[in-house]
């Protein structure tokens, strides 16, 4: 990729030892990837970092919606290119979850005593200026097909062995659950006028009387406790979640051409990793994936379940009372949606 495709320098950036190479080091005047800088500086010692080429890499993408299928989270992807014997990052923790997986050559890990931040935010974030790591308490070396896991919040670093290294860093950016509470207080706010009165006038003032504000407060708490419906939160990020899924379909402008061979007795295969969710609406079935909504006649319910339980469906053979004509014309739409494909 470096040495082939126009590369914007915004895509990438080099480190060596905590500290980043300033762009005009490694771009061209025009603002592209310079291959042959870059080659000179990771000589020198300095690592590559690849941030979200998941866009680009067609395996990767697969790999992150694997991942996104099963924590239901959005992830951000590095990949690290590092010289043998050398160091990208120095000592730190990330203020969320991350999964390691080394690709090629092997990196040693330490991990060290976290500090007294548990669980940090991404407000949270670390601060390398004051700070000192604890006791080391875990060494390991990463190589080709091992991954590990370093949760947010725990300290570690890594150098590559003598041989180059290249790793992906998938890291979680899981929503927390402060993060639901407050989104759950606004939207009641939408409809309670209580959340939406000034606080008192003064409060800032010294020798300000809290009694009153202390009560009105307490009581707006137990308010919001009762009034809060949970589910109507949690069906809010759940449809964020999906809404937000770019469809992953190779073939799939083929796959339209081809939709009409799509008759009874043609085998599908189901797209992999799909994040979907099926619910009836009024009179209608909807199936909702890739951030959009596909309704059917509510007496394909059964069927269309039955169809997406599965890997791979014949035509004529889903389950319900669909006959083999509707269970054809349901997967030709679903064929054209990117939901299934001819296998």
């Known amino acids: 990729m470096l040495t082939q495709q126009m590369i914007p320098g915004e895509e990438m950036q080099m480190v060596r030892t905590g500290k ?102 991404r407000s949270q974030a670390f601060q390398p200026e004051g700070f000192k790591a604890g006791a080391l308490i875990d060494t390991f070396t990463l190589h080709p097909g091992d991954m590990c896991y370093v949760p947010r919040g725990v300290v570690h670093d890594a150098r590559a062995t003598a041989e180059l290294s290249l790793h992906i860093t998938t890291g979680l950016l899981t929503p927390r659950w402060i993060d639901l509470i407050v989104d759950a207080v606004n939207q009641l706010a939408l409809v309670d006028p209580a959340f939406r009165r000034a606080i008192p006038p003064g409060h800032a003032n010294d020798g300000f009387d809290r009694t009153e504000a202390r009560q009105v407060f307490r009581e707006l708490l137990a308010r919001a406790a009762e009034r809060i419906e ?53 009179e209608e079935v909807v199936l909702g994936v890739y951030g959009t909504e596909i309704a059917f006649p509510a007496h394909v319910e059964e069927s269309l379940r039955d169809a997406m339980r599965r890997d791979q469906v014949t035509v004529g053979e889903l389950a319900g009372d669909l006959d083999e004509a509707g269970q054809a014309v349901m997967l030709r739409r679903l064929v054209r949606e990117g939901v299934f494909a001819l296998v």
């Open 20 to 121: 980043g190479i300033p762009a005009e080091e490694f771009q061209t005047p025009t603002g592209f990837i310079d291959p042959v800088r870059v080659a000179r500086l990771f000589d020198e010692g300095a690592t590559i970092v690849l941030p979200g080429l998941q866009k680009r890499v067609a395996a990767l993408a697969a790999y992150c919606r694997s991942m996104e299928t099963v924590f239901n989270v959005d992830l951000q992807t590095n990949i690290y290119f590092t010289p043998e014997g050398s160091q990208g990052f120095k000592t730190h923790y990330d203020s969320h979850d991350v999964f390691v997986l080394q690709v090629a050559g092997s990196k040693e890990w330490n991990i060290y005593e976290s500090s007294d931040l548990e669980l940090p935010l």
């Open 230 to 282: 949970p589910d109507r939160t949690l069906d809010y990020y759940a449809h964020d979640f999906r809404s937000r899924r770019v469809p992953v379909v190779p073939g799939q402008l083929f796959q339209t051409f081809d939709a009409g061979a799509v008759q009874p007795g043609v085998v599908l295969a189901r797209r992999p990793d799909l994040i979907y969710a099926i619910g009836v609406v009024g």
